[in-house]
């Protein structure tokens, strides 16, 4: 029923910064947890960021002092905002929400190039 939707992937160049956003249709205090995922090709999806319902957030260690995720509750959205960016980085990046099932975004490319 809730539908979650990425924007603001791209091209960009090693040390760039970008700014996902993962807007939903309702409010986003329905999730227990929010989160951001990525996938490489060939490599399975991993988990990048969680923001837990009352506020704290985690990390994967490989985007830790980089990544920042949080939300704005009356926009009903998530962001993750990427700092000094790695060609490593480069995936789908996917938007998460978990009440009593899991939800999903269509995934946003972020490329970046060394």
């Known amino acids: 029923q809730v539908q979650l939707v990425e924007s603001g992937g791209g091209f960009v160049q090693a040390g760039g910064s970008l700014r996902l956003s993962c807007a939903a249709s309702?409010?986003?205090?329905?999730?227990?947890?929010m989160g951001w995922y990525r996938q490489a090709p060939g490599k399975q999806r991993e988990l990048v960021a969680q923001?837990?319902?009352?506020?704290?957030?985690n990390y994967a260690d490989s985007v830790k002092g980089r990544f920042t995720i949080s939300r704005d509750n009356a926009k009903n959205t998530v962001y993750l905002q990427m700092n000094s960016l790695k060609p490593e980085d480069t995936a789908v990046y996917y938007c998460n929400g978990v009440n009593l099932s899991d939800y999903w975004g269509q995934g946003t490319q972020v490329t970046v190039s060394s």
């Open positions: 923001i837990i319902r009352g506020g704290s957030t």
């Open positions: 309702g409010s986003i205090s329905r999730f227990n947890v």
